[in-house]
Each structure stands twice: as C-alpha cells, then as structure tokens.
C-alpha cells in the first residue's frame, strides 16, 4: 500500500511539472510559427495594422447605449523615421560595391536598399499612403460600429502631435467622419500646447529605464541573439574588408530594420503578398529572424512594459496623458452631449499607455526574451496605427459603463465586472487614479 501509494504521488509531481513545460514549448512553437509565417511581424512596431476582419464584439447590457468615445491613436504606415536608416546602410553595401566586395547576393541587397533610399529621399518619417488608407477605415469603423455616438450633433476634438505623420493621420480621420457625419462639429489642432500630454515623457519615470539592471538584461540579450557572421559572409566576399571597414552588427540591424519598413509602402505589395524585387527577409535565416524578433521584444518590454529591471516604473512614463484622458471623460460625461475626443501620437506612448492601463495581458512579466514572446508581443499592441478606444455607456439611472479596445478588440481589466469587457466607469476610474499616485508620490 505504501508502495502504491508513492508512485501516485511520484507520477502526479511529474505530470504536474511536465504541464508547465509541455504548455511553455507549445506557446514557443506558436509564436516562432506565427512570427516566420509572417515575417512582417517580427520588427514590431513597423507592422502593417491589422484591420479587425471576423471580429464579434459583446453587446452591452441591456438598455445601455453608446454616449462618448475617447482614444489615442497612432499615426499610419510611415517611411523609416531615421533617415540614418537609409544613408548607413546604403554607404556600407556602396563602398564595397566601389571595390567589389560584395557577392552575388550581396550586389542584389545592394541594389535593393538602394532603391528605398532613393525612394525616401526628403521623405523621412512622411505618412505613405497605406497609412492614410489605415485612418479613414479606423474612422469608418468608428462611425459604423457607434452611431449612436456618431449623430448629427456630434462634437468631434481632434488633438495631433505636431509631426507630421500625425497631424494628416488626424485629417484623414477627420475627414472621413465629416463625410459620413455632415453636421458633426469637429475641431481640429496640432499644437505645442497639447505635446504635455500627447508626447511627454515624466522624467521621473523616464530615469528608471537608466538602471544598471536594465542595461544589464538589454547588453544581455542583444550579445546572446544577435549573430551577424553569417549574414556578413553572404554579402561580402573579403573577410578582412569586412573586419576593417564594416560594422557587422550594426549592418544586421538597419537591413532587419529595412526588411521591416518596406510593408508600409504599396509598391511591396503584389498578388502574393510580397514584392521579391523589394523584400529582404530571404537574405535572413529563420533562427536570425525569430532570434531578432526576440530580442526586438524584450527591447520594447525592457523600455515599456512592467518589468522588475526598472521597479515596474516605465509605464507610468505616460502618466499625464492617462490623467488626461480621465479628466476629459468626466468633462464630456458631465456635459451630458455626444462627444469624441482623438488624440494622435506615436508608439512610444501608446505602448505604455496599453501597459499602464493594463490591457489584456500587456502588463505581464516575464524573466527573459524567450519567456516573454511566448504571451506579450510587441506587434499586437502597437502596430502602425495601432490605438485605444474607450467607450462610454449609459443607461437612465445606471452607473455609467467603459469598454476598452486595443486596436478595435475588446480587452479585459485587472477588475472584477459581471458585465466584462463593460466596466464600472467609477471603478475604472478609481482604480487608474491610484496607479497615477505612484507618479505623483515617487
């Protein structure tokens, strides 16, 4: 009996610790299969945004209808914000084009990523035209799926960073609801004096990101998963030249980091969904790319999201546009008429913005790139113009309701609500302003 006994236990402890591992291997096969499926995916934020196709959403509780929208959006598909993204690599792959250094393959990248620098000339960080095509459907949908918000009366205020990619994210929005809504009253701006909460950063916060910890986990993924040898030798066919004249590591990154960018642009798009003439990701092995996919991640996540490395203070980098994003709802709220309030900005604030709300599981922690890939990534929350919803619900002696989307998917809160994804708005509320006293008190 005792015998028996000890072998139930023994066989129930390794099942239990075999679970764990089987469920954390199959979670890493489907990121890894999702990312090399998709090789678009695996630079993050350059991701084409994925329109919400198939999508059912929740109806609300009975005799609740739609009263305000609030968001922050980001702008569309852009070209390469860094005009270094360009000229770098281009200089590189030129010279040893000058003195035949380069291989077959390499003559190829060369002629490719010569082409997208000339193509973006005096174009740097300017919205394409996939990313104005991504706002009038963001636009469309939020008229198709709210009307009760979007009527004739409708005060639309439209708030853009003073980019530029920002502000005619906001008019091809804009525009796009005074089609549909010709009485709506819609105000536009892109102003200095809105950056306060549109594009800062709590410096307090901010200086978390500069702990030795945080440096330490990013030198150390970046050594482990970066591996440029390999490429190095496809492109070029002197070794030495290579080891006196080319900074490998550095090359890696801005062609990763072209092969990403070009999706925004519709010359990359052909019937099967990918230019040859244009694309990059075939020089890449599959191990570079989901390795760079990696760390590219844990990057954002190391800079973003709560992590132990920076005390779990990074997201409350975007303290001030939270605060202003529940103190404008209580304006409009109160107002008792149909309101929209857009804000328009950049994915180094919506990132943390998802985080510091805790949206679905944006706010996870994870140990290390593998770990975190496998339910936290870095495309899924701010893809081009990617952006938060919340909307607002009322009912005739009811407390009021909030749902919040990511990217037009409904999202979950760390609280409890019979009627989820439809939240307590006072218990939302109360439960971000005791976030925001973290800033506040630090």
């Known amino acids: 009996m005792m015998r028996t006994s000890l072998y139930i236990f023994i066989t129930v402890l390794s099942l239990s610790l075999a679970a764990p591992t089987r469920a954390t291997a199959q979670a890493t096969a489907t990121a890894r299969q999702e ?36 968001a922050y959006i980001r702008h569309g598909s852009r070209f390469h914000w860094d005009t270094h993204g360009y000229s770098r690599p281009h200089q ?48 469309q949908r939020m008229v198709r799926n709210f009307p009760e918000i979007f009527r004739a009366d409708v005060r639309v205020s439209a708030r853009s960073s003073t980019a530029v990619r920002c502000a005619l994210s906001m008019l091809n929005e804009c525009w796009t609801i005074e089609g549909l809504c010709p009485k709506a009253v819609i105000r536009c701006n892109a102003s200095e004096h809105d950056m306060s909460y549109i594009n800062y950063e709590e410096p307090r916060m901010k200086a978390y990101r500069k ?22 030798g496809a492109l070029f066919n002197d070794t030495a030249y290579v080891a006196h004249h080319v900074k490998k590591d550095q090359l890696f990154m801005e062609l990763y980091s072209l092969a990403n960018h070009v999706q925004n642009h519709d010359v990359y798009h052909d019937a099967r969904g990918r230019n040859p003439q244009l694309d990059l990701f075939p020089i890449f092995t599959d191990d570079e790319l989901y390795d760079w996919a990696k760390f590219i991640n844990y990057y954002n996540y190391l800079t973003h999201g709560y992590n132990t490395q920076t005390l779990d203070k990074a997201p409350l980098t975007r303290a001030s546009l939270l605060r202003n994003i529940i103190l404008t709802a209580d304006t409009c709220l109160a107002s008792g008429r149909r309101n929209v309030t857009l804000r328009f900005g950049h994915d180094m604030v919506l990132m943390p913005l998802a985080c510091l709300m805790h949206l679905g599981n944006c706010a996870a922690h994870a140990d290390s790139p593998e770990e975190l890939i496998t339910e936290w990534r870095n495309y899924n929350i701010f893809p081009m113009a990617g952006n938060i919803q919340l909307v607002f619900y009322r009912k005739k002696n009811a ?40 800033a506040d008190t630090e």
């Open 35 to 70: 990312i090399l499926a998709n090789p678009n995916l695996s630079g993050g934020n350059p991701a084409v945004y994925p329109e919400p196709t198939g999508v059912t959403y929740t109806r609300p509780p009975r005799g609740y209808k739609p009263c305000y929208l609030s």
């Open 211 to 232: 702990r030795p910890e945080s440096r330490q986990a990013f030198d150390d993924a970046y050594h482990r998963l970066l591996q440029a040898d390999r490429l190095m």
């Open 92 to 139: 590189t792959l030129q010279k040893a084009h000058d003195a035949d250094k380069l291989t077959p393959l390499g003559q190829h990248v060369y002629g490719i990523v010569d082409s997208l620098t000339r193509a973006a000339d005096r174009r740097i960080g300017e919205l394409t035209q996939i990313g104005a095509r991504q706002h009038r459907g963001i636009a």
């Open 399 to 438: 407390p009021t309701l909030v749902k919040v989307m990511l990217n037009e998917r409904e999202q979950t809160l760390p609280l409890h609500s019979d009627t989820a994804p439809y939240y307590p708005w006072h218990e939302v509320r109360a439960y971000y302003m005791g976030l925001l006293e973290q």
